[in-house]
């Protein structure tokens, strides 16, 4: 079939399907809808997983996330990356668990000694953390790439499925046997091929709206076979649609369940670089024409827009990226460089005058997410937007 709806109308979809557009009341019920919140590190301002979630629900605090790991609605596992994932989910983490069980390589090669003394010592004390075994102490790399051996074995054992992370505690995992922490009601069938792809595409379409083969197997090896397969099956039995897009690939879509939103908001989102919605960039910037890259892993000297520069989504077009930094000493937001597209404003019905006032909004409300009482405005490429937001920070 033809290309049933607009650029535009795609992007409306997709920002209703991610959830943006109305809020889904809960934590759980929002995961179940994203699939996934992605898991990251970094910190210069508050961490990736806890911003996807404040974009989507309104009154959302980190605490919430402990609580629903806490009341086994959601666990943590490996979706394209470290994620949450919601608990009815379970059964299909066993998928790439027994891969790994059966000898599939995740980082490294298991360390079958160190692996059964960790697990032993975990099963007669309870929760442990890596910090909690003994570190060799000609050893202080603490890298991910070099892990000491325990580290080693405590991940192992967790991507295998013999462990889960009970909580995190200032970051780290705290790892049990599988056994304490899963919930007895649980299924733990392990899918078939068919049941997996099926899965991964359900997920996929519901998150997003529409996506190709090559989108809904994100990051993922050796499974393009087999969607190819079920999403053909699907196609036939009328359960999805497709259409041909430019540049020769299939798109597949959920056509009856898939309704346009009646209004777009004239609102700001300060969007994660790790979002569910720009994740994956060449889609961002063949269907959205957004071209952006996170600088986090580029040097410093040919960074364009900042270290961890946030992508600014205004009703449904992408204007800009701000470059952010938290000063928790201070408690002040650094917005320490403000990057306007130079076509943000080219449509009739867009200005300035229009946005900035719904920008200072969502600053307002991300900096009071970082525990910041105000934000500072240090560079911006657009000399009338910068103005009004120096006025506004005085």
């Known amino acids: 079939m033809t290309n049933p709806y607009s650029t535009a109308q795609w992007l409306q979809l997709s920002m209703q399907q991610q959830g943006l557009l109305q809020p889904l009341g809960s934590l759980p019920a929002l995961l179940q809808q994203l699939s996934y919140v992605q898991i990251d590190s970094i910190n210069v301002v508050e961490r990736a997983h806890h911003h996807v979630l404040h974009s989507r629900l309104p009154h959302y605090a980190t605490s919430m996330l402990d609580e629903a790991m806490s009341d086994n609605t959601i666990f943590e596992y490996w979706s394209h990356a470290a994620a949450y994932l919601p608990i009815e989910d379970y059964r299909f983490s066993l998928y790439r668990k027994q891969q790994l069980q059966q000898g599939d390589k995740h980082w490294f090669e298991p360390e079958h000694k160190v692996m059964r003394e960790v697990k032993a010592r975990i099963t007669a004390e309870g929760p442990l953390k890596a910090s909690q075994f003994k570190h060799d102490a000609d050893n202080k790399n603490g890298t991910w790439w070099d892990w000491k051996p325990a580290k080693k074995a405590l991940e192992q054992l967790f991507m295998q499925g013999e462990l889960m992370v009970a909580k995190r505690d200032k970051f780290q995992k705290v790892y049990d046997l599988t056994e304490r922490v899963l919930p007895n009601h649980i299924d733990t069938t392990v899918p078939c091929d068919s049941e997996f792809a099926q899965h991964l595409i359900t997920r996929y379409l519901v998150a997003h709206g529409f996506g190709n083969l ?137 200005s300035t005058d229009a946005f900035v006032p719904a920008l200072i909004d969502a600053i307002d409300r991300y900096s009071k997410f970082n525990n910041c009482q105000h934000w500072r405005l240090i560079a911006c490429n657009d000399k009338t937007i910068g103005k009004m937001l120096l006025s506004a920070c005085q």
Do not use: M
């Not at 009646?262 to 994660?272: A, C, E, F, G």
């Open 214 to 350: 090559q989108q809904i197997q994100y990051l993922r090896k050796g499974l393009k076979p087999i969607l190819t397969q079920t999403l053909a099956q699907l196609c036939e039995q009328g359960d999805i649609a497709r259409f041909t897009e430019p540049h020769s690939k299939q798109v597949y879509f959920y056509l009856p369940k898939l309704t346009l939103p009646s209004t777009i908001p004239n609102k700001v989102w300060l969007l994660n670089p790790f979002d569910n919605l720009v994740i994956q960039r060449q889609k961002l910037k063949q269907w959205f024409g957004f071209d952006y890259q996170i600088e986090v892993y580029v040097p410093e000297a040919k960074r364009q827009y900042g270290y961890y520069a946030l992508p600014i989504l205004w009703r449904d077009r992408f204007v800009g990226r701000v470059d952010v930094k938290a000063d928790r000493q201070n408690q002040c937001l650094l917005l320490q460089q403000l990057h306007v597209e130079a076509d943000a404003f080219s449509a009739e019905a867009l």
